[in-house]
């Protein structure tokens, strides 16, 4: 519930504020919503061209927090109705952005577009009216691991000043231009430079963020269930829908790569941090991950096979992964992150946040979400006689 004894980190009482939230109708912008409504006094005004996972904090008119969130269908690629509201708002925060892997080397002029070309107005806006912004930039800025460079048998590759990605000095390491699954870093490094610039130059009270695999439920969708057949989503709708249906999940190049991941009902609280504890949070980016939960996408792979064969009560299957080459599953032009460990020590500092959730825990809560959302209909489906046209 909202309360009005709310206090910052420094003991400060907390005002209510408006925030215009870009992208707000997508996984992140989900969750963030249903956390800004359900426990602070906050204003949302809701920017996105869907609205279908925040369909529940919009409607009906009866709930507790009605009259505390509007949504606006705008598409802030062509239509610049956006400033009107970030003018109106204390805060401006922008989610909107291509942040599938799939786009990366297949659509890169959109996923430029977006990340960088689509985000200068925010940012304009923002600067020109003297208000504050949180934006979401990407783990993917840090690219590859010096240590990935390092012979395979180097005994440097253990030690962590060769893998810890640092906000303030890691290096950004990409591929090579051909190699386009890097268009997204690339755009997504540049908004940042403008954003700091925009700080540095002319005053911008400014966050990044740099979420590192933030997952949960509603992230991205279920292949021909409320997405295209065709379309390929992150590494947990792909897994979940593979488990949903009875196939063996595809591991891409030996599943080798390495990540953390983090529970969105964690991170999320760390945003939270950052919008209430401006003095703390402007003029900074932050690493949002964990890095204790760390393992390999054939490992996650496991974890997700043995967790979703406990919620669902249906065994597992006798072969639970296939190889596929990432050409055959991006097509040309994919590459990939080694490793991503975020260092944890800025946002400690600043925040005092750390993650709670382990692995095994988040993919229990998020399956079991999955299985719920999504068994019956992808049953409906499998059933379904297959017509000729
Ligand atoms: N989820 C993660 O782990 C993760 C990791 C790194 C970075 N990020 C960043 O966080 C942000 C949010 O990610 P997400 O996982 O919620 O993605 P998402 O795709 O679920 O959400 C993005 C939302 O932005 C909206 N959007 C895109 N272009 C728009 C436009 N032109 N006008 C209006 N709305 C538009 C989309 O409709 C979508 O609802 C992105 O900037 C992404 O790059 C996320
Ligand atoms: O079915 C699959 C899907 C994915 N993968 C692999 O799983 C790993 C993770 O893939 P994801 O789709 O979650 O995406 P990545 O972690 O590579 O990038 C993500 O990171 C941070 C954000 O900016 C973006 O949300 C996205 O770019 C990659 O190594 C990928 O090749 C599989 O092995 N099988």
Redesign the pocket.
């Known amino acids: 519930m909202a309360s009005s004894a709310r206090v910052d980190l420094d003991g400060n009482p907390i005002k209510a504020m408006t925030i215009c939230m ?8 989900s969750h963030l919503c249903e956390k800004l409504m359900a426990e602070t006094p906050h204003k949302v005004l809701a ?4 609205n279908d ?1 925040i369909k529940h904090v919009l409607e009906p008119a009866s709930l507790p927090w009605a009259g505390r969130i509007q949504f606006h269908r ?4 062509n239509d610049s109705r956006f400033e009107g509201l970030i003018k109106m708002a204390d805060l401006t925060i ?7 892997p799939a786009d990366y080397n297949t659509r890169p002029l959109d996923t430029i577009y ?2 960088f070309i ?1 985000a200068l107005p925010v940012v304009k806006y923002c600067s020109e009216n003297n208000k504050r912004l949180i934006h ?5 800025v840090y690219g590859k691991t010096i240590g990935s460079f390092l012979p395979k048998d180097s005994p440097l590759r253990q030690d962590p000043a060769y893998f810890i990605l640092k906000e303030d000095a890691s290096p950004c390491i990409f591929g090579s231009i051909e190699k386009q699954r890097w268009s997204y870093a690339c755009a ?1 490094q540049l908004i940042e430079r403008l954003v700091y610039a925009e700080g540095a130059e002319n005053g911008l009270e400014f966050t990044i ?7 949960g439920p509603r ?2 969708f279920i292949p021909g269930i409320d997405g295209p057949s065709e379309g390929v989503p ?1 590494v947990l709708a792909c897994f979940s829908n593979n488990l949903l249906r009875g196939e063996p999940l595809k591991l891409v190049d030996g599943g080798q790569s390495q990540r953390t991941f983090v529970y969105i009902k964690d991170a999320i609280e760390a945003v939270l941090l950052m919008i209430e504890n401006p003095a703390r949070a402007n003029g900074h980016i932050f690493n949002v991950g964990n890095p204790n939960n760390e393992v390999t996408v054939r490992q996650l792979a496991e974890m997700m096979t043995e967790v979703y064969s406990k919620v669902s009560g249906e065994p597992a299957l006798e072969v639970p992964t296939i190889d596929v080459s990432s050409k055959e599953f991006y097509g040309e032009g994919y590459d990939d992150s080694d490793k991503r460990i975020p260092d944890m020590t800025i946002i400690n500092t600043q925040l005092g946040w750390n993650p709670m959730t382990s692995l095994w825990d988040l993919l229990e809560s998020t399956l079991t979400y999955q299985h719920r959302t999504y068994a019956e209909a992808i049953k409906k489906a499998i059933s379904k006689p297959v017509t000729s046209s």
């Open positions: 870009i992208g707000a109708g997508g996984f992140i912008g920017v996105d061209v869907y996972k705008i598409n802030i690629k922008n989610l909107a952005a291509i942040c599938t977006s990340n689509d979401f930039s990407t783990c993917e997504k963020v740099r979420p590192f695999n933030w997952i992230m991205d992150r």
